[in-house]
Structure formats: C-alpha cells, structure tokens
C-alpha cells in the first residue's frame, strides 16, 4: 500500500504568470523589436501630420463676413460702424429678402443660395410677403424662411 503522506508543493508567482501564455508587456516589447513596429510607426505619424496640417488650413479658408443690405455692401465693418449695426437689425427682422429672376426660391442675403445669384439677376424684396406674392417661395437650405 502507498503511504498517505501529505504532499506540500510550492509554486512561485512567475509559473502563474507564464502559464497563459506571455503578459502584454512581453508582448509590446516583441512588438517595437520586430519588422512591422517602424513602417506602422512612419503610417501613424504621417496621418497625424496630414490631420494637422488640414485643421490648421481650415482657418485660411474661411471666407471674411459680408452685411448686405438693398443698396450697401460693407466689406470693412469698421469704417461703417453706424451703418452696419443698421443693416444687421434690417435682416435680423426678416426685413428682406433675395431671389434670382430666373429661379423660384427666396432667401435671405447671408444663406448659402443667396451668394450664388449673379448681380445682374439678383431681385431684391422688403417683405417676406412681397418674395411670396410675386411668386417665390422658401429656400429649404436657408434656416428660418418659413
């Protein structure tokens, strides 16, 4: 018969970690020492360098803010201070609006579809009202036209 003997058994803490398989740290070190660590490395910091690059072009591209009004186009805020505080309050009241003599839609001056009309086809109204009456409505691309 075999003998009934206690069998006491010590296990280190590396047999625990080895046991499945290598921990992340192996892992990333084998990573920056093999063959894909320097071209993933060049992939990563060019697109961050083109990200950059087309985050700071955003603030070139941007287009100076034009007040319209029936008769005056500032183009310099600051030598018409008056006078641009008045045509912003005209347009800020839905005083008037912009449409093409040969299209069907209205807008108001500062939309998108406004700067697009050419001045020789550009027909401009006092009223929302008087833009409908001659037979134009609403830009869907312009927030606020009803």
Not at 54 to 69: A, D, H, T, Y
Not at 92 to 104: L, P, Q, Y
Request: include cysteine; charged fraction near 25%.
């Amino acid at each position: 018969m075999q003998d009934d003997k206690k069998i006491e058994e010590y296990i280190e803490e590396e047999d625990f970690e080895n046991k499945g398989g290598r921990g992340w740290k192996g892992k990333f070190i084998d990573f920056i020492g093999g063959k894909y660590f320097v071209p993933i490395t060049i992939v990563l910091v060019a697109i961050i360098a083109f990200s950059l690059g087309r985050i700071s072009g955003l603030q070139e591209k941007r287009e100076p803010v034009r007040v319209l009004n029936n008769t005056v186009s500032v183009e310099n805020p600051t030598s018409n201070v008056g006078q641009t505080a008045a045509v912003g309050a005209s347009n800020a009241s839905g005083g008037s609006v912009v449409a093409s003599k040969n299209g069907t839609k209205y807008h108001y001056p500062w939309c998108a579809g406004a700067k697009q009309i050419s001045a020789k086809n550009l027909v401009t109204f006092d009223s929302i009202e008087k833009a409908r009456t001659a037979g134009y409505t609403p830009a869907s691309n312009c927030k606020g036209l009803k």
